[in-house]
């Protein structure tokens, strides 16, 4: 982007380098020549195509701070964060409200796949002091049809989602909720697998699924 | 990354500290999710397994040595070394052969011909001593000397995990189709000096065996070490050949493996009690008392460890083990009708105390201590020892309901625990392994402890029991 919007007063056209990282720890950043899921996503990272709050006044500016910080003064990221909540399609601050249904032209949060009331952070933000603790982000989905059989691949690009999105001392839980789905054990152990995401992940054909569900996203 | 370490000071019987402090990673960070790092049985070399590829690192200059590439078309998950094959020697013996299993279906024989490379090698066993900077240009070279010398087909979907046998003549794969092959070494079996010249190069496996009795994803293999109790008293009667495979599952079971007299390989036990899937097992490597069966670990997404034991056979079958003791391979011949009752009994005889909260990704048995370490998605190290021989219980056993019922139930305490071991990431691996660098005060003897985590970093902890 060039030089002269780096002072434009619109925040949701600041540049990607001007955002200023909500990644916990400087010394945590891991950037390398192969990211992980980038090349699925986004060629930046999360902060940049997806930051999470468009509002300025909730970010400080890290730049100066030591690499053992603690953003103290940082909102730590909460349910509303991750569902997106005051959907607007035009913006792009919502992790998962936005992700398309892999079938028909809507989003996950338009047909309530994705609920805000079924997204459940533990310890919950105001317990967090230590920027570093692990956070469990659990995301209950409500498949639309009994046996969806798009379930796991719903449950996929959420989890996709939230790993490319959230820092990495976030561990995230996709499961159906509960009755919701006809092999709801099944579907949730797969999507806890580490290793059978990662595979699937290589796989081209599950993977511009994946891509084109989050394409609404950026 | 400053790692949290607690030391833990143990009760009695034996009232032992341990500090865990971490060493500087093997250098460079591969800076993306590396799967697991094992160590070469003899020299002071590990491989890690990252991405599509594998890096090789000296355990002396703690930095890079060579690298397999271009061999895969996706993630290599897991990989093996081959051990010394009998009495090697000459180029046999300065030969590298390392195997890799990959989520592409196959699994990759890899050799590197140290023939003519005798400088390097000497160069990585010699305990350097730190002046070798300037062969950092040379290691960019070594990345086309690893060989891929032969393609292993016939799994369906990923490859998860790549085992050895001890003696090397077999190798196990297994798979998220739910199989476990096992293959047999029958090239160039005998290198005989003379010959090696033409024949060294020779690379033929045969696949003896495809167990499909899992229900799930096979996650690992192991294979029992050759321990003096393998064959002791107490193994079973003789009524199979020596080596014996573990396989871990999704399936939430773990299965024994042998071959019987008729060479076909049988599940000759199946381990219920995890209540999820089973990320591994381990056999134990140092020798027990009276030359008992080895025992085996199991870890999974329960976050439980379990240790299970042969049960010692009835004494009229011990009898007849014994009678066949003089036969070198697997006694007599025994009709299909009875090999129902050739079934080993296998018992969990202890649950570790709770440590991990979240998947236990990988634990590692010590050979020289005994001591076991786990990691997990939690980003915990922890390490634990075995209590003297007794027959108090461990109160995390009781809740667990298969709590051990036998007084050779021994007790475990954890030692000491590493938070954050790998920062936020998840930790997916760790082995002990040898010492070689300049700061140990036992080269070759002194063990560390080596994880390997999402963050793509290898990290060597120093551990230090009082």
Redesign the interface.
């Known amino acids: 982007m060039a030089k002269s919007d780096l002072d434009n007063a619109n925040p949701t056209v600041l540049s990607v380098s001007q955002l200023p990282s909500r990644n ?2 400087k ?2 950043v ?7 899921y980038d090349h699925i996503l986004f060629p930046k990272q999360w902060w940049a195509g997806s930051s999470l709050n468009t509002d300025p006044s909730v970010w400080t500016s890290d730049e100066d701070e030591d690499d ?1 910080l603690t953003l103290a003064t940082e909102e730590p990221i909460d349910e509303q964060e991750i569902y997106g909540e005051n959907y607007d399609p035009s913006s792009c601050t919502y992790l998962l409200s936005t992700i398309s249904d892999p079938e028909h032209p809507v989003t996950l949060g338009q047909i309530a796949v994705v609920r805000l009331d079924d997204i459940h952070l533990s310890p919950s933000p105001a317990e967090r002091l230590d920027p ?1 603790t ?1 956070t469990n982000v659990e995301v209950d989905l409500t498949p639309t049809v009994n046996h969806c059989s798009l379930a796991t691949v719903i449950g996929l690009a959420v989890r996709v989602r939230l790993e490319n999105a959230l ?3 976030y ?1 995230i839980i996709v499961r159906m909720k509960d009755g919701s789905h006809a092999q709801d054990d099944q579907v949730n ?1 797969q999507l ?5 995401v ?2 699937a992940l ?1 796989n081209d054909t599950l993977k511009g699924i994946i891509e084109k569900m989050l394409e609404t996203c950026v | 990354m400053a790692a949290e370490t607690t030391t833990a000071i143990l009760a009695a019987p034996s009232a032992t500290t341990a500090e865990i402090t971490p060493l500087p990673a093997f250098s460079p960070d591969l800076y993306q999710r590396a799967w697991a790092s094992i160590p070469h049985p003899s020299l002071p070399l590990i491989a890690t397994c990252h991405a599509h590829s594998v890096t090789v690192f000296s355990l002396s200059t703690l930095s890079k040595h060579s690298v397999l590439t271009g061999g895969h078309t996706r993630s290599v998950r897991s990989a093996a070394w081959q051990p010394p094959r009998g009495k090697v020697s000459g180029k046999e013996a300065k030969r590298l052969r390392l195997v890799t299993g990959s989520f592409d279906t196959t699994a990759g024989v890899w050799t590197w011909d140290q023939g003519r490379r005798e400088e390097r090698l000497e160069r990585e066993i010699r305990l350097q001593s730190g002046e070798d900077n300037k062969e950092a240009e040379e290691e960019e070279e070594a990345e086309d000397e690893w060989e891929l010398t032969l393609v292993l087909e016939g799994h369906e979907n990923e490859v998860k995990s790549v085992n050895y046998s001890p003696s090397g003549q077999y190798l196990a794969t297994c798979s998220r189709d739910k199989s476990v092959w096992i293959w047999e070494d029958v090239g160039n079996p005998n290198p005989s000096s003379e010959e090696e010249e033409e024949e060294e190069d020779e690379d033929e496996w045969e696949t003896v065996a495809v167990l499909q009795e899992h229900d799930g994803d096979v996650k690992a293999v192991a294979w029992c070490p050759d321990v003096p109790g393998r064959k002791g008293k107490y193994a079973p009667p003789r009524r199979y050949g020596d080596d014996v495979l573990a396989s871990a599952s999704y399936d939430n079971t773990v299965r024994l493996w042998r071959e019987d007299g008729d060479g076909e390989w049988v599940c000759v036990a199946v381990l219920e009690g995890h209540e999820g899937t089973v990320w591994g097992v381990a056999w134990e490597g140092r020798p027990r008392e009276n030359d008992k069966f080895p025992r085996l670990l199991s870890w999974g997404a329960d976050e439980v460890i379990r240790v299970w034991s042969l049960k010692e056979p009835e004494e009229e079958e011990h009898g007849e083990g014994a009678a066949g003791g003089g036969n070198n391979t697997w006694g007599f011949g025994v009709p299909n009708t009875m090999r129902r009752s050739l079934k080993e009994e296998w018992e969990c005889t202890a649950v570790l105390p709770k440590v991990h909260k979240g998947d236990i990704y990988s634990v590692a048995w010590s050979t020289e201590t005994g001591l076991l370490a786990s990691v997990g998605s939690d980003g915990v190290l922890a390490l634990y020892q075995e209590t003297a021989n007794t027959t108090e219980k461990n109160e995390e056993n009781e809740t667990n309901g298969e709590a051990p019922t036998t007084t050779s139930a021994g007790g475990w305490k954890v030692l000491t625990t590493v938070k954050g071991a790998h920062g936020p990431y998840e930790i997916n691996h760790i082995t002990w392994c040898k010492r070689y660098d300049a700061g140990s005060e036992r080269k070759g003897e002194e063990e560390m402890l080596v994880t390997t985590g999402d963050d793509g970093v290898v990290r060597p902890w120093q551990v230090r029991i009082q």
């Open positions: 916990l720890a010394g945590h891991r950037k390398g020549p192969d990211s992980k053992d570093n692990l820092p990495p001392n561990r152990k806890g697998d580490k290793e059978r990662a595979a290589e």
